[in-house]
């Protein structure tokens, strides 16, 4: 289970008390969960009205960083194509996995001075994930064009005879090349019909030069031969070949072109390969930076609607809970039972901030105690 409540209460005659209260009934006798303290530092409280406005505020910004930690992650993905096994590893916040970064928690004084205000400090956050987002987009851009430009001259050397490149196939010596009169085609010819082919090539059309025709490649279906004919002739045999159900490919021999998609191939190939190990790295760093910024996000909202919830002064336990699959319905009756006294006192809050969308309490996830749900399974598929 990769979900986490982080939830606040407040303190009873001491926080270590309201801390002991809860493991008390949702591990000790039941195993409810797995418990940890989450250490918030004493921030700057500010006046209510900024306290209202920025509970609306962080809902919004929870929710666009929650995003972006989704968007690199899943970029990451894309990126490892075949290695997906690889992600998880890739995808550490501060040197760790995520389930021990949150954890551990200690909330970072150097990007986020506590001294600053609480809005300064989520100013600073949206700040930051924006020019990842935008970074992001402009990185993600750049490689999705090489890469897809890679991928389609690839798809010209694969597929069937019909569709395929045939610059790695041919070679100068099959063809009649600088003659006023003669030209040779390529035609493409079901394995079933190379008996047919055989025999009726020569007649097609008039001025095709005898056992002028060899097969130069094979794939499942089809082989590619050659034949030399007149150029006069040429409109005729590739309606008579058409009829035959033989596919006279549109191609012209020139070895400049075809030196310069052999190039093409091989400069994207190595551009794709020099961009691909700076974009992991980048990729490593910002997930990092995004995820860390989205858990002080959740640090920060706890502290603004434990202090709207609970009052002055500020006097309240954060808690990271860890239930299982089993044990979430149990242990939300547990919480419910335990913190059902808090709700006189927040019902009063409730209904006086019904119009104040700032306090972000929907009726549907309102619970008495403060609660945040923390999901770190940043994937649609497995991984």
């Not at 990769?2 to 606040?8: A, H, R, Y």
């Not at 021990?100 to 989520?122: C, E, G, H, V």
């Not at 980048?282 to 909202?301: D, G, P, R, T, Y």
Request: glycine content about 2%.
């Amino acid at each position: 289970m990769t979900e986490f409540w982080l939830i606040s209460a407040p303190g009873e005659k001491t926080c270590q008390q309201t801390w002991d209260q809860m493991m008390a009934a949702t591990t000790r006798n039941n195993n409810l969960s797995t418990n940890h303290k989450f250490n918030i530092p004493d921030l700057k409280v500010g006046t209510l009205d900024v306290l209202v406005g920025l509970s609306d505020e962080l809902a919004k910004l929870d929710s666009f960083v929650d995003s972006v930690v989704k968007k690199v992650a899943q970029y990451m993905a894309d990126v490892l194509e075949d290695s997906r096994d690889k992600v998880q590893e890739n995808l550490l916040a501060n040197g760790v996995d995520l389930v021990t970064y949150i954890t551990r928690f200690q909330w970072d004084m150097a990007k986020y001075p506590i001294k600053q205000s609480l809005k300064n400090i989520s100013e600073i956050i949206a700040k930051q994930v924006s020019q990842i987002d935008n970074d992001l987009k402009s990185r993600a851009s750049a490689y999705n064009n090489l890469k897809g430009n890679l991928q389609n001259l690839e798809r010209k050397n694969a597929g069937s005879l019909l569709s395929r490149s045939l610059a790695d196939i041919v070679k100068k010596e099959d063809f009649v090349l600088d003659s006023e009169y003669l030209i040779t085609l390529l035609v493409v010819v079901p394995k079933a019909a190379y008996t047919d082919w055989q025999k009726s090539y020569e007649g097609l059309a008039e001025m095709v030069v005898p056992r002028s025709s060899h097969l130069l490649f094979e794939d499942h279906d089809s082989g590619l031969f050659s034949v030399t004919l007149f150029l006069k002739a040429v409109d005729d045999f590739k309606h008579k070949a058409r009829e035959n159900k033989f596919v006279v490919r549109d191609f012209q021999y020139n070895e400049e072109e075809l030196k310069a998609d052999k190039e093409e191939m091989t400069r994207l190939s190595t551009d794709k390969k020099k961009q691909f190990g700076p974009l992991v790295r980048w990729l490593k760093v910002n997930f990092s930076e995004a995820f860390i910024a989205w858990i002080h996000i959740k640090a920060l909202s706890v502290f603004v609607e434990s202090v709207l919830r609970y009052g002055l002064p500020v006097n309240f336990q954060a808690m990271l809970l860890q239930p299982s699959k089993k044990t979430m319905k149990r242990l939300r009756e547990v919480l419910n039972d335990l913190y059902k006294h808090l709700d006189s006192s927040a019902s009063a809050i409730l209904d006086c901030a019904m119009d104040i969308p700032g306090l972000n309490l929907s009726v549907q996830e309102y619970y008495p105690y403060v609660y945040y749900k923390i999901d770190c399974n940043l994937f649609d598929f497995k991984v």
